[in-house]
């Protein structure tokens, strides 16, 4: 017989996962774009897929891709929890908020939705976990982040040094980023109804004046963003045996 106290503890709310690899080869230089390049014959999209898969608080997941995206059928296996996929928008927000919706008929509006930049494949399982166990109890959300150790110089117009930042209140934004779908989906809203960009979740989160939990990652939780960065996550991932 269940003891009094666990009786009344309310369930976790239930966890989802959003990843976001509707981006185009702009930056990166060339084709398929970043969340298609290949490490050791894996894309990098495969690698989050097959980590959010893994954890048992993820209820299931979407993957935003572009309207013209001829690679996710050949080059990537859908775990279990692949829900399906998505066509993204103009802009990171858009993409977010169409996969928000394709949410909405498996999870609740109180439900938590993980957003994940697919060209994050560092991304370790054991992190996954640890920013769910964190933010599952807060009543706004989080974000993984790692602290600044460089210092960091602020520009001014001319190209001069107009101040030093205080590198002890820095930290680097990651993902995945973790909020409620009803408020994360009301917060990209109102940033698009007012014509704001934002570059993240939080950033929208943010706008709305309320606070986000900052949960330490790994500072190998790398981004590719040019082709330069393949063979540094490349390394990280073939020393933990990955690929």
Not at 185 to 210: F, H, M
């Amino acid at each position: 017989m269940d003891r009094p106290e666990e009786c009344n503890k309310s369930p976790r709310s239930r966890c989802w996962g959003l990843i976001v690899a509707a981006g185009s080869a702009q930056r990166y230089g060339q084709e398929p774009p970043k969340q298609y390049q290949l490490i050791g014959d894996v894309p990098l999209l495969q690698f989050s897929l097959n980590c959010f898969n893994a954890v048992p608080d993820i209820s299931g997941m979407v993957v935003g891709v572009s309207a013209i995206d001829q690679w996710f059928g050949s080059l990537c296996q859908t775990p279990s929890k692949f829900l399906g996929v998505f066509v993204g928008g103009a802009s990171r927000s858009e993409t977010v908020l169409r996969g928000l919706e394709a949410l909405t008929s498996h999870a609740e509006a109180d439900d938590w939705v993980l957003v994940h930049d697919a060209a994050r494949p560092c991304l370790r399982v054991s992190d996954l976990q640890y920013l769910i166990d964190e933010v599952i109890d807060e009543d706004v959300g989080g974000i993984l982040a790692a602290p600044v150790w460089d210092t960091l110089k602020v520009a001014d117009r001319h190209g001069n040094v107009h101040k030093t930042l205080c590198r002890q209140r820095v930290w680097r934004a990651m993902t995945p980023q973790m909020f409620r779908l009803g408020a994360l989906t009301q917060a990209l809203n109102t940033c698009l109804e007012s014509l704001e960009e934002v570059p993240d979740e939080a950033s929208a989160i943010e706008r709305s004046g309320r606070p986000v939990k900052l949960v330490r990652g790994r500072d190998d939780n790398l981004k590719v963003t040019v082709e330069a960065d393949l063979d540094r996550v490349a390394a990280i991932l073939k020393n933990e045996g990955r690929f």
